[in-house]
């Protein structure tokens, strides 16, 4: 009998617990709080339409320095930078200067410097962070995932054993151990030795 009005005790607890409104504090869920997300979920940096300029944060990007710009190394039809919203560490996105939308309208010289610099994505990372593997690849339109669906940009995801976790699943949240900035510099430092 002691024992079912502990657990009623408890249940009536945690019913307390959610009928207050504590935001940001700690409840049954564990929530993890990340308010930054939201910039990306209400489109911060994403174009409001497929034309060119000052919107489309691929085509600003080689306008700033690489260190404001976290591009990592600049070709000739194309450049190579770190994503603004990564999957894991070291997650780069080679895109062309010329604002375009989808792949078949990227011309020869683009498609193959593209192809050049994705393999050199994956030396210069596999040199500097050991991953056990990649994911390579383009989301094209709205409905085929990309996020920036006015510029093409190819995707260089370096992947690790275990490294897919219960926080995207169950947290819809990705821990990302190493900063932006400090990405940058590693990968651009390393871009001549090993690209």
């Not at 009998?1 to 607890?13: K, Y």
């Not at 990007?61 to 976290?70: E, I, R």
């Not at 190394?73 to 994503?83: P, Q």
């Not at 990302?176 to 871009?191: H, K, T, V």
Request: aromatic share 8%.
């Amino acid at each position: 009998m002691g024992e079912d009005r502990d657990s009623g005790a408890a249940a009536e607890a945690i019913r307390v617990e959610f009928a207050a409104d504590q935001a940001g504090i700690p409840d049954p869920f564990r929530r993890l709080w990340t308010p930054y997300r939201m910039a990306y979920i209400d489109g911060e940096n994403k174009p409001a339409d497929d034309r060119e300029g000052q919107g489309c944060p691929f085509c600003r990007a080689p306008g700033q320095t690489d260190d404001q710009s976290l591009i990592v190394h600049r070709g000739r039809y194309c450049y190579v930078i770190m994503n603004l919203y990564p999957y894991s560490p070291g997650h780069l996105l080679v895109c062309p200067y010329r604002h375009m939308a989808g792949y078949i309208d990227a011309t020869p010289e683009e498609t193959r410097e593209m192809a050049e610099l994705s393999q050199s994505a994956i030396r210069v990372l596999t040199a500097t962070s050991h991953p056990q593997g990649f994911n390579l690849g383009m989301n094209q339109g709205a409905a085929g995932g990309a996020g920036v669906a006015a510029h093409l940009h190819q995707h260089v995801v370096p992947r690790w054993v275990g490294d897919t976790n219960f926080l995207p699943i169950t947290g819809g949240t990705r821990a990302i151990p190493q900063l932006l900035g400090d990405g940058r510099a590693m990968l651009a430092e390393a871009w001549e030795d090993h690209a």
